[in-house]
């Protein structure tokens, strides 16, 4: 669970203490709304920040004008700042990948807009943003996720019966660690994948093979599409109670 209280400095800068998790996904000292990379993503650059409350002038400001207004448009403060939120992580990512920029709105399948040439994927949990960007032909997707007891009442909705039936043999991580991990990575599946594919996509579709799921470590758990052409690889990290899911699809051949 993300537990901070805030305090402010001097010079006025807002200041977050987290006290559990996170030093990888939203850094231990970090001004709210400030980014910073997430090491070893396997599938390109990934930046995530603390964006709680209303967006600082400065961030909105920041982002293209066209950007700009389609936040204004949006019905909510709150869905206003996690769209700014995960805008501030994207516009990060793509200039880590490339000198284009065109504003980043959403498709009509709800997918964030990203200069010609690259692939980015943006999610958000509570105050937590993040985005990944990179330079390829096929499609990404990232999500994150905080882990709660409860989310254990979600397996029969999230695993196949054959990930039901690895679970039972697993003794090394807790039924909600393992179906967090499964929900978050087929929600970076389901984001990688073309409009087409993603159209009724079932949980039961994808069949993960997560082998291990060790602390702060990037792990690669093997995925079958088992209702689908794509392939896909994938990514997870597991900081605390947070889990970060990446998934790249393969371009067509
Ligand atoms: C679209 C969906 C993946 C979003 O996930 P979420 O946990 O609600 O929210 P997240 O914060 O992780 O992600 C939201 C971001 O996903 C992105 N997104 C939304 N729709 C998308 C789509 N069709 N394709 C790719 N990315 C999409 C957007 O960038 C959005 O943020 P933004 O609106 O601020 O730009 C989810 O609502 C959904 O529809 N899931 C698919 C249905 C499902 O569960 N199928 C089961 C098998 S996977």
Avoid at 24 to 35: D, E, F, N, Q, S
Wanted: hydrophobic share 45%.
């Amino acid at each position: 669970m993300l537990i901070f209280r805030t305090s402010t400095g001097k010079d006025g800068t807002i200041w977050c203490v987290v006290r559990a998790p996170s030093p990888l996904i939203v850094g231990a000292l970090r001004p709210h709304w400030t980014t910073a990379e997430v090491a070893g993503c396997p599938f390109g650059v990934l930046v995530a920040a603390l964006c709680p409350g209303r967006a600082p002038d400065e961030v909105v400001a920041s982002l293209d004008v066209e950007e700009q207004a389609y936040a204004n448009a949006l019905p909510s403060s709150s869905r206003r700042s996690e769209w700014l939120g995960g805008r501030l992580c994207l516009a990060k990512a793509i200039a880590r990948c490339s000198t284009v920029r065109s504003p980043m709105l959403s498709t009509t399948s709800g997918a964030a807009v990203l200069p010609e040439g690259l692939a980015g994927s943006v999610s958000h949990k509570g105050a937590v943003a993040v985005a990944l960007a990179a330079q390829v032909r096929g499609g990404l997707g990232v999500d994150v996720e905080c882990i709660s007891e409860r989310d254990a009442s979600l397996e029969r909705k999230v695993l196949t019966a054959a990930e039901r039936a690895r679970l039972r043999e697993r003794t090394d991580i807790s039924a909600a660690q393992y179906v967090t991990a499964h929900f978050s990575l087929k929600e970076a599946i389901y984001k990688a994948l073309e409009p087409k594919e993603q159209m009724d996509l079932e949980f039961d579709d994808i069949d993960i093979q997560l082998v291990t799921l060790t602390q702060q470590v990037w792990l690669s758990p093997a995925v079958k599409l088992l209702t689908r052409q794509s392939v896909v690889r994938t990514g997870i990290l597991l900081d605390g109670d947070w889990v970060l899911a990446a998934a790249l699809r393969e371009p067509c051949a």
